[in-house]
């Protein structure tokens, strides 16, 4: 029998995949789409995908905290690596969200929440800073890009490879 994660850990960790596959390609979309209200819709979408990746993410976290996940199957370099990945992960699941708001705020435009609800601004408007959260949320996206990448790499090499359960326990089937 294999060591699962938990049915809510598996439903956070694919529901948090998807949006996440969702919202990257569209706030690159976007981004370079010339203003008109399309790109202000899109927009908006991208923004309501980090709201709730950041409130997926609170749960996750709580989550985690209070349940204890199936012991990694890997060397001791490898589960320290898995954990400075899975970390980071986190680390820039917060990160990117905050540095979307930040920039919203900073630019004047405001984060409202599925066109229901208006998220308090961050910081006062302020051109130069929101250029400055602009660069960072880009660049935290690119660094986030590239730990997925890392991550789906590894599982499919325990997968494929080392032909062992990593992936099969956050599988739900």
Do not use: C
Not at 76 to 88: S, T, Y
Request: glycine fraction near 6%; charged fraction near 15%; charge should be positive.
């Amino acid at each position: 029998m294999i060591a699962r994660y938990t049915y809510p850990a598996m439903a956070l960790h694919w529901l948090m995949a998807l949006l996440i596959f969702i919202a990257f390609p569209l706030g690159l979309y976007a981004h370079e789409l010339p203003f008109s209200p399309l790109k202000l819709q899109l927009i908006s979408y991208h923004k309501w995908l980090g709201v709730t990746i950041l409130g997926l993410l609170l749960v996750r976290i709580i989550w985690r905290l209070t349940q204890t996940p199936p012991a990694l199957l890997a060397t001791n370099w490898q589960r320290h690596a898995a954990h400075a990945v899975h970390g980071l992960i986190y680390a820039l699941l917060l990160a990117i969200p905050l540095s979307g708001w930040l920039m919203s705020s900073a630019k004047g435009i405001p984060v409202v929440y599925f066109g229901l609800w208006q998220l308090p601004d961050l910081v006062s408007k302020n051109k130069e800073l929101g250029d400055l959260f602009k660069e960072l949320h880009e660049g935290l996206n690119t660094g986030l890009l590239a730990l997925v990448v890392l991550h789906i790499a590894a599982a499919l090499k325990h997968h494929l490879i080392d032909k062992d359960n990593t992936l099969r326990r956050m599988l739900p089937f």
